[in-house]
């Protein structure tokens, strides 16, 4: 099961049954879902293949408790069942956690409405798996939490996961079925109709185009997608970023929800790949989406507050931080002016008879996503719709995989057999493909994980086939990426203003 060593854009005499253009987590799952149903299916993603939001979520695998708590009982069923599939399905790569959820004295919800909310929660993913904590036992969990005020806590759980990683093993998977994907890809423009489309790529490496022709179109960018819809624009995109913290400095072991003391906006502190994960904010992007997205000054020092503010001993100060990330959400705009955080979280596809696009929704859903953009693009009929949404077939075949692949949410991500096996079978371009999104060396560790990369320099190297020039100027680009987008803005930094 492998993509390979990146392949070059070639021209073919035969038309594809499938484009899809985006390589996040959607276009993966449409790819996967189509390739296998058998269709010729090729899937172009214009930088590296989880370089757009879906290597910038909160990593939640989820139902989403703010979804019923907004009375939307549908979409968070959906959700739940498929992260129940997931975690059956890809354990080690999506695994479920513990969540806490102080209460506090006088302010809603208390305990009981609490309790009720999650009792439906795990009824409608089929298990038990909430309780009461006490003070006493909410403290001996969470020792720096701010005590004031908080009567107890609700233990319920969800799960998390890489989203990185999720996307390429949806893409390896899909690749079994026969599948391809290629990243630094871009689609500059579709033309034609159903059935007869003609898609103009550029190939980012080689720096030809080509001219590419399709039966169907699924526009599957994300953020992106009111360029290539062809129709009115619908995304409205929201930024949500998050702080990787030196798990010395901020210790959890449990994904606990808090309110920011500005505005009573719940914040995610969990524990994530050996960091304490924070986040996320929730703001209008109206910056280019051709600059990638970043933290800016004002989201470090609002999140920096809460961190303060919920664990007062820890002096959480900007040298604590390893790195940040910033995604861009595409949320389906109401077009009604609401605040960024109550606008609705599901997806939509749009267009007819011609491009058919998908934008929206959650990682978690990303199967039944899939099979609605194969829906509305004619590749499956109601009948195998409504068959596929309740399919108790797996997904996923196991990888004959070292350890660390499987497992990833544990693995050593320096280890080098693991490295050889991603450099060999995940079309790795740039180094900045391999520190930021098929591992997470770059976040996870400070100093942009310089350390690491010494160490993984020589086998790298020889891995990729780079002489020492080619690792000074991959090494000059991650650190550059790195620094503008990924680091940590100094209070005074105006890059938001700037961008
Ligand atoms: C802060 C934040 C937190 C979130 N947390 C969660 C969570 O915890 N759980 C959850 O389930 N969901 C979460 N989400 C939602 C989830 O991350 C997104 O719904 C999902 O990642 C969107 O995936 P996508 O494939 O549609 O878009 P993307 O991942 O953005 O993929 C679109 C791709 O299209 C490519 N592209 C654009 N234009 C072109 C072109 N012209 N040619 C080729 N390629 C192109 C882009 O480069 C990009 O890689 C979160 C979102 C945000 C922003």
């Given at each position: 099961m492998q993509l390979g060593q990146r392949q070059v854009l070639a021209d073919s005499d035969q038309p594809w049954d499938l484009i899809v253009i985006g390589g996040g987590i959607t276009g993966a799952g449409v790819l996967l879902e189509a390739a296998r149903r058998g269709q010729r299916a090729l899937l172009l993603e214009q930088?590296?293949?989880?370089?757009?939001t879906s290597s910038r979520s909160s990593k939640m695998v989820h139902g989403g408790l703010r979804y019923i708590a907004q009375g939307d009982v549908r979409l968070t069923r959906h959700s739940l069942l498929e992260r129940e599939r997931l975690l059956q399905e890809l354990p080690g790569l999506v695994e479920r956690a513990t969540y806490l959820f102080p209460l506090h004295k006088?302010?809603?919800?208390g305990r009981w409405p609490m309790k009720a909310v999650l009792w439906l929660y795990d009824f409608l993913a089929g298990i038990r798996d909430h309780r009461y904590l006490n003070r006493q036992r909410l403290f001996e969990r969470v020792?720096?939490?701010?005590?004031?005020?908080?009567?107890g806590a609700m233990s319920y759980t969800d799960a998390l996961t890489d989203d990185c990683r999720l996307v390429m093993r949806t893409l390896l998977e899909a690749a079994r079925h026969g599948g391809q994907a290629i990243n630094y890809a871009r689609v500059d423009a579709v033309s034609g109709e159903h059935g007869q489309f003609s898609v103009s790529v550029r190939?980012?490496?080689?720096g030809e185009s080509r001219q590419l022709a399709a039966r169907t179109v699924i526009n599957?960018?994300?953020?992106?997608?009111?360029?290539?819809?062809?129709?009115?624009k619908r995304v409205r995109p929201l930024r949500g970023s998050h702080l990787f913290i030196n798990p010395e400095r901020l210790p959890v072991s449990d994904c606990l929800t808090v309110m920011h003391p500005q505005d009573g906006r719940p914040v995610f502190v969990f524990p994530w790949e050996g960091v304490t994960c924070v986040g996320t904010t929730d703001l209008d992007h109206p910056q280019d989406m051709d600059i990638e997205a970043a933290a800016s000054a004002g989201e470090v020092d609002y999140l920096l507050t809460l961190i303060n503010s919920q664990f007062?001993?820890?002096?959480?100060?900007?040298?604590?931080?390893?790195s940040t990330i910033a995604g861009v959400r595409p949320v389906i705009a109401s077009?009604?002016?609401?605040?960024?955080?109550?606008?609705?979280r599901d997806h939509a596809v749009w267009g007819d008879n011609g491009v058919v696009t998908v934008s929206g929704g959650k990682l978690t859903t990303f199967r039944l996503i899939a099979l609605d953009a194969l829906l509305a693009a004619g590749l499956i009929n109601d009948r195998e719709h409504r068959r596929s949404q309740k399919s108790?077939?797996?997904?996923f075949t196991p990888l004959q995989a070292p350890a660390a692949v499987e497992a990833f949410l544990h693995a050593?991500?320096?280890?080098p057999a693991f490295i050889d096996w991603i450099v060999s079978r995940e079309?790795?371009?740039?180094?900045d493909d391999l520190m930021?999104?098929?591992?997470?060396l770059g976040l996870i560790?400070?100093?942009?994980g310089m350390d690491v990369l010494e160490r993984l320099k020589p086998a790298l190297c020889q891995q990729l086939g780079w002489d020492d020039r080619r690792w000074e100027q991959e090494l000059s680009r991650y650190l550059d990426i790195h620094q503008r987008y990924y680091g940590v803005p100094a209070a005074d930094d105006n890059r938001e203003q700037a961008a």
């Open positions: 930088t590296d293949f989880a370089w757009g006088g302010q809603f919800p020792p720096g939490l701010r005590r004031e005020g908080i009567t190939d980012r490496v080689s599957a960018t994300g953020a992106w997608a009111d360029r290539l819809s062809g129709s009115d007062p001993q820890a002096h959480i100060r900007r040298d604590d931080i390893y077009g009604k002016g609401v605040d960024p955080s109550k606008e609705r108790d077939q797996p997904g050593d991500q320096a280890d079309s790795v371009v740039h180094l930021l999104r098929r591992t997470r560790h400070p100093r942009a």
